[in-house]
């Protein structure tokens, strides 16, 4: 099992910026890619940047690119997004995940563990 926290989420002005941390622990050594996903309310839940957790290659959704930027800490076990620009859009409940293979980096439904989740707000 990979157990997941993230933290950092919060109430930011729009064009202001945040950095989500999500440490993981338990067998890390059985993950492959790293990615953050974010739900707003009424909405599905959507990809939003992944990781590949050696090697480092990165995945982005159209809306967040050049925007927001992954990256990954190993030897601390912990992945960052951070949010820069920040928009109302983009007020949601973002999730860490980790996979365990390479699938789609995308498909929520791929990953095979979950954080509980971290409200960030964003106010025009």
């Known amino acids: 099992q990979v157990q997941l926290v993230e933290s950092g989420g919060g109430l930011v002005q729009a064009g202001g910026s945040l950095r989500l941390s999500c440490a993981a622990s338990?067998?890390?050594?059985?993950?492959?890619?790293m990615g953050w996903f974010r739900q707003a309310p009424g909405k599905e839940r959507e990809f939003v940047a992944a990781i590949k957790w050696n090697g480092g290659s990165t995945y982005y959704a159209d809306s967040v690119k050049g925007r927001f930027t992954i990256s990954r800490d190993n030897a601390k076990n912990t992945v960052y997004l951070q949010m820069n620009s920040l928009k109302p859009e983009d007020t949601a409940v973002y999730y860490c995940?980790?996979?365990?293979?390479?699938?789609?980096?995308?498909?929520?439904?791929?990953?095979?563990?979950w954080g509980q989740g971290i409200q960030v707000t964003v106010s025009s």
């Open positions: 338990g067998r890390t050594f059985s993950i492959y890619l």
């Open positions: 995940a980790a996979d365990r293979g390479y699938n789609n980096v995308a498909n929520p439904y791929e990953y095979d563990y």
